[in-house]
C-alpha cells in the first residue's frame, strides 16, 4: 500500500469514528456515556464475569467495636451491589454479600412471595400483608438500610412471580415492592452473569458479612467455598411450603426447603434510579473467573456510615444444617460440617443447636424403607418410598459411589416420590432419610438402605 493510500484511510478511519460509524464498545457501555459510570455484567470468552458495583445504603456488617460479636452495637458501612443491568437511568441491583438471616415465612405454612413475612420484612409492610399478620413497620430491612432521600431513589418494580417450572408450584400473584429477592428464572439469565442451568457454579456463591453469620446464617468452611454462603430466592420449592435458593457453591436448589428455617442468608435486590440526588458511588468492579474470585479494581473510599442502632435484637438460634455436612447430607461443597453449636447424630436422627428452647436429644422419625429406584425417562429417575408417621418431610440423596462421597447432591421434597431431571449418563447411589421439625430444627431419621440405578441418555 502507497503512503498516499495509508493516509487516505486513517482519514477514513477518523472520520468514521468521529460520525459514529464504527462500534466503540458493547450496548451495555452506553449508560457509562450518559455520565453514570456503570454497565451490565462483561463475559468473556473463557467464562470470566465481572459486574461494576455502586455503594447505596449502609447496614450493619462488621464487628467495628471490637467487642468479637457482629451486631447492632456496631456501625453501618456502606452496602456494596453488583449492577445486573442498566436501562438508561435504571440499574437493577443484587447485594454484593449476604447482608442479613431471616427466615422465608416466620412460620411453617404454604406462602407465596406476596404472603410470606420475608416481603414484609424486607419492605416495612404491615399486618395484613403477610399470612402471620405480623408488623414490620417498625423493624424492617429498608427504613435500617437507607434514610428516606435513599428510599426515594428506589424504583417500585413490579415483580413477576412465576410458577416453579420444574414442580408446577405456583408462585402467586405478582407484587409492586421496593426491595425483594431474585427468582430462579433471574438466577438462571446469562445477561446477568449468571448460569442457565442449576449446576454449581462461581457466579452464584456468595460470601456472608460476619453480621450475617451471627445471625445464623449457615457458613461454608470447606476449602473450596470458605466463608459462602446459602441465600433464599423469592421463587417457590417443589410446594408451598419450601422455597428455592442457592447453595454455597453456586447450585440451584429449584426443590427448595423449608420456609421456617432459619440458616440462610438473604440477598436483597432493587432497582436504583442512578440519576437521582441519593449518595450512591461507584464501588469498583467484582469478577469470577473459573470459580476463583478475583477483587476486580481497587474499590474507591465508602461514603460515611450512618449512625448505629442504640438497641441491639437478641440474635435468632440457628437452625442447624439443612443438607450440607460431613453428617450425610451436601449441598455439594465437598465437606462442608455442620453450623457452629450444632451437633448432628445420623444414628440417633437427633439435631439439636445448643442454646435452643431444648438441648437434649429428641426422638427421631423412623427408618426409611426405599421402595424403588426406576430410570423411566432420559437423563432421570425416580425414587419412591414408604411415608413415614410424623414426619415433616425427606431428604433424598444421590451419588456416584456407594460411600456418598463423589458427585453428591441433595434434594428436599415432602412426597414420598421424587423424580430427579438433567442426570448424566452415569450409575447412581441413591438413599432417603426423614425428618421431622423441633422448635424449628430438622431432625433426622436413619438413612434407607442404598439402591442404584443407571440413567440412560
Known sequence: MTKKAKKGLVHFLTLALLAGLLPVGNDARVSEAAGYGVSAPRT????????????????????????????????????????????????????????????????????????????????????????????????????????????????????????????????????????????????????????????????REVKNTDYAEARGAYTDISTECAGNGRWWLRSPGDDSGCASHVYCNGYLNSSGDIVYFNDKGVRPALHLNLSSDSSWSYAGTVSFDGGAGEPGTPTPTPPAPASPSPVPPTPPVPSGDTGTGQNGGSSGSGGASSPAGSTLSEESGASVNKGSVSDKKVKAPA????????????????????????????????????????????????????TVKKLKKKKYFVRVRAYTLRNGEKVYGAWSKVKKVKVKK
Open 44 to 203: 468473556e470468552s473463557t467464562g470470566k464475569v465481572t459486574w461494576d458495583c455502586v455503594y447505596f445504603g449502609n447496614y450493619w456488617q462488621e464487628d467495628t467495636n471490637g467487642n468479637g460479636t457482629a451486631d447492632k452495637n456496631d456501625d453501618k458501612q456502606p452496602i456494596k451491589w453488583r449492577v445486573l443491568s442498566v436501562n438508561g437511568d435504571d440499574a437493577f441491583l443484587v447485594a454484593d454479600q449476604n447482608l442479613d438471616c431471616q427466615k422465608y415465612n416466620d412460620t411453617y405454612m404454604d406462602v407465596t412471595w406476596e404472603t410470606c413475612t420475608m416481603r414484609s420484612w424486607l419492605n416495612g409492610y404491615g399486618a395484613s400483608s403477610n399470612f402471620c399478620e405480623k408488623d414490620y413497620t417498625d423493624n424492617n430491612f429498608k427504613d435500617d438500610a437507607f434514610t428516606s432521600g435513599e428510599q426515594a431513589a428506589i424504583k417500585t418494580t413490579t415483580v413477576v412471580n412465576e410458577d416453579n417450572s420444574e414442580y408446577g408450584t405456583e408462585g402467586g400473584n405478582d407484587t409492586q415492592d421496593k426491595v425483594f429477592l431474585l427468582s430462579i428464572g433471574e438466577v438462571r439469565n446469562p445477561s446477568y452473569g449468571f448460569s442457565s442451568t442449576e449446576d454449581e457454579i462461581a457466579t
Open 367 to 418: 427408618k426409611v424403607s426405599l421402595t424403588s429406584v426406576k430410570n423411566k425417562k432420559k437423563r432421570s429417575f425416580t425414587a419412591v418410598w414408604k411415608k413415614v408417621s410424623g414426619a415433616n418431610g425427606y431428604e433424598i440423596q444421590y451419588a456416584l459411589n456407594k460411600k456418598f462421597t463423589r458427585g453428591k447432591k441433595t434434594k428436599l421434597t415432602k412426597k414420598t416420590k421424587l
